[in-house]
């Protein structure tokens, strides 16, 4: 029987640079709770290394977490990329940790970088800038994620910095997206005839979220039987009978 | 004056689109995000450019730009090369920075 699922695609943690130190595992599952979400997905600056602890929490909470991160790309493209297990996402990890320049973070700056455990404890403080572009195109980072089995969408596309549309012009062709990502405030249909996005391309709402009070205040629903990886992508290419709608 | 001859002048090297050498240039461009170009650039203009990604060329046909000048010695992607034969418009590649190669081109056009 098909059932509905409230997602948040797109959710920072302690480990952005930009996110708030609030976000940690357990505060996040807490609010993710307390907004009814069924699905979330952790998507860092270019690191993954936050997934796993948040995800074995979220066992207690009943929350489904997609491993994930926001990639930057060679145009400074941002994208999520999200993964159906451990193996699948340490590849990636190593798949950035290989193209991420090796700049020095800066936290004065910056923020700070930190991976932590689930008492908050700090585990790594990661050394490089994580809000970099990868040393990689957007295709390469899309066909890599794919190769992964993963899904692969570009995010906040509407954005006047850091978006597909406002890097590249346009989307190009050659580049193969699970669904595209749109902000916060955006109306659908103005950014479907704005960028003309064609009908057969399924657009997601996400937070974005990097404070606590941001997570949950854009979601998108799925219409799945389980909330599996597999299904998910199914609903992103409305195969099988699966599907996925911007929640208004 | 045509794209031949700025490719003397400034020490360019021809990457492809070379049956496009005869363009003539009314000026120049430079911007890194394909929307600016886009919405700015003028037909017959050269667009300085660190983006190597094939939409370059996609936005250079449609605005029907002269040339583009990749600089710092960065390599065009293979589709990005392919595009440039097609619509024969050449991709010249400088070693300069976007600041140097953009102040000689300058000079050049304003006979400076």
């Known amino acids: 029987m098909m059932r509905k699922f409230r997602a948040d695609l797109h959710l920072h943690t302690v480990l952005s640079p930009c996110a708030d130190l609030a976000m940690s595992p357990d505060q996040i599952l807490t609010i993710a709770r307390q907004k009814q ?4 997905a952790i998507t860092d600056h270019n690191s993954t290394k936050q ?24 145009e400074e493209v941002h994208s999520l990329c999200l993964f159906e297990n451990d ?8 798949f950035i940790d290989q193209y991420l320049p090796n700049i020095p973070n800066r936290p004065d ?10 008492e908050n404890m700090i585990l790594e403080e990661i050394p490089w800038y994580l809000g970099n572009g990868l040393q990689v195109s957007l295709e390469e980072i899309a066909d890599y994620t794919h190769r992964l089995n993963g899904i692969f969408i570009p995010a906040h596309i509407d954005r006047p910095i850091n978006s597909l549309f406002s890097q590249l012009g346009f989307l190009p062709k050659e580049l193969k997206i699970d669904a595209l990502q749109i902000s916060k405030q955006a109306s659908e249909m103005s950014i479907r005839k704005m960028f003309d996005i064609h009908s057969d391309i399924t657009l997601i709402k996400a937070s974005d979220a ?21 299904e998910i992508r199914w609903a992103l290419h409305r195969q099988h009978g699966r599907s996925v709608k911007i929640e208004t | 004056m045509k794209v031949s001859e700025i490719i003397d002048q400034l ?9 496009g050498l005869d363009r003539e240039i009314s000026g120049a461009y430079v911007s890194d995000l394909l929307s600016d170009v886009m919405g700015n650039a003028h037909e ?6 660190l983006q190597v990604h094939q939409n370059v060329m996609a936005i250079a046909s449609l605005k029907d730009m002269a040339a583009v000048i990749l600089v710092k010695d960065l390599k065009a992607n293979e589709n990005t090369i392919h595009h440039s034969n097609e619509e024969q418009i050449p991709i010249l590649s400088s070693s300069l920075s976007t600041f140097e190669i953009a102040g000689k081109l300058y000079a050049l056009l304003n006979g400076q």
Not at chain 1, 87 to 94: K, L, N, T, V
Not at chain 1, 109 to 118: L, P
Not at chain 1, 222 to 229: C, G, I, Q, R, S
Not at chain 2, 44 to 49: A, E, K, L, P
Request: hydrophobic share 40%; glycine share 10%; aromatic share 10%.
């Open chain 1, 87 to 94: 193996h699948s996402r340490a590849e990636f990890q190593a």
């Open chain 1, 210 to 230: 990097h404070y606590l009070e941001d997570i949950g205040t854009a979601c998108s629903v799925f219409e799945l039987v389980n909330p599996t990886f597999e």
């Open chain 1, 37 to 40: 979400l069924d699905i979330i």
């Open chain 2, 11 to 19: 020490g360019l090297k021809v990457v492809s689109g070379g049956k």
């Open chain 1, 51 to 74: 997934c796993k602890v948040i995800r074995e929490m979220a066992a207690d909470h009943g929350i489904v977490v997609l491993n994930g991160c926001e990639v930057n790309s060679r």
């Open chain 1, 109 to 118: 700056y910056f923020g700070y970088q930190v991976v932590v455990d689930r």
């Open chain 2, 44 to 49: 017959g203009q050269v667009w300085i450019t």
